[in-house]
């Protein structure tokens, strides 16, 4: 089967079905190669193999930018997702009774920055998602004058539901509020235009479906925010020239990297930029389209074998995840029996997380869907 992501770029497809990118993504061939590159150049020179890839910031910036629809100087790299949300949760001017709405089904790294502003006095409301998810109808009804951040992960890291950004954007700008998103579990898979899309500002780590190191991550302000944002934790590449190391008085850079705080992460965000020559040689919309075909076909094939979802499908809200359980079996046994076959996916007690990516075949699918059948039949212990 033909793939977008070329397979022989992925050497786990040699011993596994591997099917967990929700929770980390694998380093294609080529990203390797660049990071012994480094590492040599690092090993045999120092500063001298070191410096050019520094000097290089600019450009990874710019290509991290373009990826989303930025410019490069809207586009600090940081250190993971939660350094992100912090940034902005950091920087903005608050008042006591301002409002931060959020869903109740966040992964930690976008409520906790968050939550710590309680003690300024602002009102972190969480909106129960079991019944009702946020939808730009659904804001509408929550959102109130307080409401400075509407926050939201575009695709929720535990079920896989795709949120309509731009909608939500509208739905935040027409109260005055801004739309702050956790990308982690879209970006690589689908694409994206923050400016498009209203999106105020954008986060991200790179080491699930970005394909890239743990450790390496960015943050996207839209220029409006970002004449606004304070720089709540200001190093030496925040200023306007960071290499005049003793003019300790200057202003800080007008570009985003001012969050950028210290010395970046060379090496992470070199595999962030290897993976989005990758993705952009590949297709993004090929990408997304596949996974989606991906998912659609697991869905159908568990469906079959009476699964039950907590997966959202449809054409506005299906991801790269697919969440399920079978009646009558642990999802942990079955997950590890999976595991012991070489089906590499997530499993916890609410059920099995299945994530491809664009390398993935259906005949893994298949496999995997197969594989379940059989433990089904098996009565995997209860």
């Not at 999802?331 to 059920?351: D, F, H, K, M, P």
């Amino acid at each position: 089967m033909s793939t977008p992501l070329n397979r022989s770029e992925f050497a786990v497809t040699q011993q596994y079905v591997y099917l967990n990118h929700a929770a980390a993504g694998v380093l294609p061939a080529s990203t390797v190669a660049a990071i012994e590159q480094f590492v040599r150049a690092h090993a045999d020179a120092g500063v001298l193999g070191t410096f050019p890839y520094d000097l290089k910031m600019a450009e990874y910036r710019a290509k991290i930018g373009g990826f989303i629809g930025a410019s490069g100087s809207e586009i600090a790299t940081l250190l993971n997702t939660g350094a992100g949300a912090n940034t902005l949760a950091l920087g903005i001017d608050w008042k006591p009774g301002d409002e931060v709405v959020l869903c109740d089904n966040e992964f930690p790294a976008n409520v906790i920055p968050w939550l710590n502003l309680r003690h300024r006095g602002v009102e972190v409301r969480f909106l129960p998602t079991r019944e009702e998810r946020l939808t730009p109808g659904r804001l509408e009804r929550e959102i109130s004058p307080r409401t400075r951040v509407v926050t939201v992960s575009w695709v929720s890291y535990a079920d896989g539901y795709r949120h309509d950004l731009a909608g939500l954007a509208a739905v935040a700008h027409e109260s005055g509020a801004l739309l702050c998103v956790d990308a982690m579990q879209g970006l690589g898979v689908f694409p994206l235009d923050v400016g498009a899309l209203g999106v105020d500002a954008l986060y991200a780590g790179g080491a699930k479906w970005m394909l890239g190191l743990h450790g390496a991550a960015f943050l996207y302000v839209s220029p409006q925010l970002g004449e606004r944002l304070t720089v709540a934790t200001p190093g030496w590449r925040s200023l306007a020239d960071m290499w005049d190391f003793h003019n300790y008085e200057q202003p800080f850079s007008p570009e985003a990297l001012r969050f950028e705080s210290g010395t970046p992460n060379l090496l992470g965000t070199l595999s962030l930029a290897c993976a989005i020559d990758l993705f952009e040689r590949s297709g993004p919309q090929a990408i997304a389209e596949h996974v989606l075909a991906l998912t659609d076909r697991l869905y159908e094939g568990l469906a079959a074998l009476e699964a039950e979802f907590s997966t959202l499908r449809g054409r506005s809200c299906s991801s790269g995840i697919v969440t399920f359980s079978i009646p009558g079996i642990d999802s942990i046994a079955l997950g590890r029996a999976l595991e012991n076959q070489g089906i590499v996916t997530t499993y916890r007690t609410g059920g099995i997380r299945v994530s491809p990516h664009g390398y993935n075949t259906a005949e893994e699918i298949d496999v995997m869907v197969n594989a379940v059948a059989r433990q089904a039949r098996a009565k995997v212990p209860v």
